[in-house]
């Protein structure tokens, strides 16, 4: 099944702990992106990746970074979190062209303390 | 700044009416929108997209309208069903940026049996 997959679905830490969010697609895509969903401001991209070893900053990428070091994984990290990161989070792949649409993964809910 | 706004948090409508989803962007280099639905605790899906060559696509029970001159698209769903009951976003990119999607901040659709 074609499916983005995240880890962990929950997790609730305390300010300053560093932490990762996993994110593995299957679908051999070679774009993927992290966006944060908060009330009253929609979906915002974090950061993105157009291949393995290329990243960029979207919207919103202070306090996190990313890696691509294979091409079906891309995960967040978050070295010092703070409570303003508190929020849904959800990976995304597509293939190459640029109006494919993305598939998202199920969402990662995070709380900061 | 909300570049892709939806000003209607919820809609409530009738089983077998129509239900018209409404989105207007403020960015005129956008040049092709999508329509995710979401439910509880999944990530976004796909729906529906255009491209501002169109002025209306179709797909099944689903059509989405797009007027460039008033910045606006809507989404129509006929007949409404239960099933439909979700959490609607209209996204928008710009052929210039399409590593990023942007994101309204979702409708609430009710579909009343």
């Known amino acids: 099944e074609a499916q983005v997959t995240q880890n962990p679905r929950y997790l609730i830490t305390v300010t300053g702990k560093k932490l990762t969010v996993t994110c593995s697609q299957n679908m051999n895509h070679e774009y993927m992106s992290w966006y944060r969903q908060d009330p009253g401001l929609g979906l915002r991209q974090i950061y993105y990746?157009?291949?393995?070893?290329?990243?960029d900053k979207g919207d919103v990428p202070e306090g996190y970074k990313v890696s691509r070091k294979e091409k079906r994984n891309f995960p967040l990290i978050l070295e010092s979190p703070s409570p303003n990161q508190t929020s849904l989070y959800f990976c995304?792949?597509?293939?190459?062209?640029?109006?494919?649409?993305?598939?998202f993964g199920p969402g990662t809910r995070l709380t900061v303390l | 700044d909300q570049q892709v706004k939806q000003n209607s948090p919820s809609l409530s409508v009738q089983e077998g009416r129509i239900s018209i989803l409404n989105c207007d962007y403020t960015?005129?280099?956008?040049?092709?929108f999508l329509w995710y639905k979401k439910y509880p605790a999944e990530g976004p899906t796909f729906l529906i997209s255009i491209s501002s060559i169109k002025d209306k696509n179709e797909d099944g029970r689903f059509t989405v309208f797009l007027n460039k001159s008033a910045k606006h698209l809507s989404l129509h769903i006929v007949p409404s069903q239960p099933g439909d009951s979700a959490v609607y976003f209209c996204a928008a990119s710009a052929q210039t940026g399409a590593n990023n999607l942007f994101f309204g901040t979702g409708t609430r659709l009710t579909v009343i049996p």
């Open positions: 995304a792949s597509r293939s190459t062209g640029a109006y494919n649409e993305q598939f």
């Open positions: 960015n005129s280099m956008f040049d092709y």
């Open positions: 990746s157009m291949n393995v070893e290329v990243t």
